[in-house]
């Protein structure tokens, strides 16, 4: 299957941790990117291969991956991290590749 | 720093085609490869296609091969052609840039993206 599940939405107290998960049976092959989405703005890149943050992403921000589930975990949230992350994984149909996002899940920083 | 931005008409009637451009600054776009990806209003991210610096395409099988995408390097611009649209192609529209390293597990990401434009199908 080419689906890439997510829970809808979790919540977590300012400066707690959070764990954003990722199901799909793609993830046992390739590695997952993850996108933080704030209300009216694009989506922007905030961890990819082997827990990689690009330039400017806190370190806060952390992944790991095991069999069909991948996480992000977000480590002491702040408020600015309240947003929707999407994750993405390539899957592929014989030669022919192509990308799959997460169906989406919405944190909220209390 | 690289930019990305879109442009387009911002409506399309049923069962013509829509036909986006992606304007990129601050890099060549014979350095990378490319994509789109849409968002349904109020709904979660569709990956569309990507096209490489020479050109060469792949897209989401499930748009049933109504995707076309070109580069147009004299303008550092690439474009998408979506044909026969219904409703359900209303959605907001990004490019981005695409990076795929060549190891285990073929790390990939698409990042930078544009702002994204508004497309809606109505007669």
Same mark, same amino acid.
């Given at each position: ?39 009216? $703005? +694009?989506?922007?890149?905030?961890? #990819?291969?082997? /827990?990689? %943050?690009? @330039?400017?992403?806190?370190?806060? *921000? ?15 949230? $702040? +408020?600015?991290?309240?947003?929707? #992350?999407?994750? /993405?994984? %390539?899957? @592929?149909?014989?030669?022919?590749? *192509? ?12 | ?123």
């Amino acid at each position: 299957s080419s689906e890439l599940t997510q829970d809808p939405a979790v919540s977590v107290a300012l400066g707690q941790t959070v764990r954003i998960t990722c199901q799909g049976d793609s993830l046992r092959s390739y590695f997952p990117s993850w996108y933080q989405q704030k209300p009216g $703005q +694009a989506p922007i890149v905030v961890l #990819y291969g082997k /827990n990689k %943050r690009p @330039s400017g992403i806190p370190d806060r *921000f952390s992944g790991s991956r095991s069999g069909n589930t991948a996480s992000l975990t977000i480590t002491g949230a $702040q +408020a600015e991290d309240e947003a929707d #992350y999407y994750c /993405n994984c %390539r899957d @592929s149909i014989g030669n022919h590749p *192509f990308y799959v996002f997460g169906t989406g899940t919405k944190v909220t920083v209390l | 720093q690289m930019q990305l931005q879109e442009s387009g008409p911002g409506r399309v009637k049923p069962s013509e085609t829509l036909s986006l451009r992606c304007t990129v600054s601050g890099d060549s776009i014979r350095t990378y490869s490319w994509s789109w990806i849409r968002q349904p209003p109020g709904k979660g991210l569709e990956w569309i296609g990507n096209i490489d610096y020479n050109g060469n395409t792949n897209d989401n099988p499930s748009l049933k091969s109504r995707v076309t995408m070109s580069l147009d390097t004299s303008k550092n611009q690439f474009s998408l052609n979506l044909n026969s649209v219904t409703a359900a192609d209303t959605a907001i529209y990004y490019c981005a840039r695409f990076q795929s390293l060549q190891q285990l597990g073929r790390p990939n990401w698409f990042g930078p993206w544009g702002q994204g434009t508004l497309v809606t199908v109505s007669s």
